[in-house]
Nanobody, 122 residues
């Protein structure tokens, strides 16, 4: 089994910064793309940023220039550095990862973390 655990959320004032971390653990053979999504109250979950195992990144337009996604492949960990935070960034942030496990090494399965709350006050 594979688990993803996020950390680093919290309450911050507008203009401030937070750094989220997400560590994947368990029976991991390899990890492909990892990413961050968020869901605000009453809204659908939306993509924030993704990163491939080779380091290629993709960002939502709303966070370009403010957020930076990175990863440590050796530790199966993905990070999200969030700067210049705005009240509209308030949401539960979820990480996900496409993982090949030792139990099923021929296919990738997408796993999700439990989410971490980010609240930006104005």
């Amino acid at each position: 089994q594979v688990q993803l655990v996020e950390s680093g959320g919290g309450l911050v004032q507008a203009g401030g910064s937070l750094r989220l971390s997400c560590a994947a653990s368990g029976s991991i053979f390899s990890t492909n793309a990892m990413g961050w999504y968020r869901q605000a109250p009453g809204k659908q979950r939306e993509l924030v940023a993704t990163i491939t195992s080779g380091g290629s990144t993709n960002y939502a337009d709303s966070v370009k220039g403010r957020f930076t996604i990175s990863r440590d492949n050796a530790k199966n960990t993905v990070f999200l550095q969030m700067n210049s935070l705005k009240p509209e960034d308030t949401a539960v942030y979820y990480c996900n990862a496409d993982v090949r496990s030792y139990m099923y090494p021929r296919s990738f399965t997408t796993y999700w973390g439990q989410g971490t709350q980010v609240t930006v006050s104005s």
